[in-house]
């Protein structure tokens, strides 16, 4: 097995509901527990932010499918590297979404790893989406 972490980020479609939200993690959840797939799915002011990590063809086939869903456009590839060992462990699909009205401590977080209070991996190098995303994942966990 050739393990591997995606990072990419996209644009959620205009009018993005909850529903959406809510049915994007089970299709995930359920998808990749059975692909081997790990990771975390960030979503705020209108935009995704998403690991992936398992096999190499696994993770390639699931991003080129995630690509072609209608809830969202635009996807910028970030990162697709060899890893040693997974980060996100724990998760199919680890969920967080930073809300309309950001918390203090989330506002901090985004503004440790990127130059504004908002959510613009586009300014982000691939280091800063992960260490984000592990401080977001340590704080929602809480
Ligand atoms: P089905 O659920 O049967 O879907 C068949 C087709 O219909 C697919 O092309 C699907 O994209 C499309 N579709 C289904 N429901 C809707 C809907 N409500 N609106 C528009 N199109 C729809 N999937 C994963 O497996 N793992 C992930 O980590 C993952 N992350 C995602 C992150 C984001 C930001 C988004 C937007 C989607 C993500 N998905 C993920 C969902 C993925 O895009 C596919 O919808 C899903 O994997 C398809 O599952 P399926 O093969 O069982 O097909």
Redesign the pocket.
């Known amino acids: 097995m050739n393990l591997y972490r995606l990072i990419y980020s996209?644009y959620g479609k205009a009018n993005l509901s909850y529903h959406?939200l809510t049915?994007?993690m089970q299709?995930?959840d359920k998808?990749?527990q059975h692909?081997g797939?790990t990771?975390m799915?960030c979503y705020g002011d209108s935009v995704?932010l998403?690991i992936?990590e398992g096999d190499r063809a696994v993770v390639s086939k699931?991003f080129q499918?995630?690509s072609?869903?209608?809830?969202?456009h635009s996807p910028e590839l970030i990162e697709f590297v060899p890893i040693e060992s997974r980060l996100f462990v724990e998760w199919s699909?680890k969920a967080v979404n930073l809300g309309q009205l950001k918390s203090e401590k989330v506002k901090k977080l985004l503004l440790k790893y990127s130059p504004s209070t908002t959510l613009k991996p586009s300014s982000m190098t691939g280091k800063q989406c992960i260490n984000l995303m592990q401080e977001l994942a340590e704080f929602y966990e809480q």
């Open positions: 996209s959406d049915e994007i299709k995930s998808n990749n692909d797939i990771g799915l995704f998403q992936l699931t499918r995630i072609r869903d209608t809830r969202h699909m």
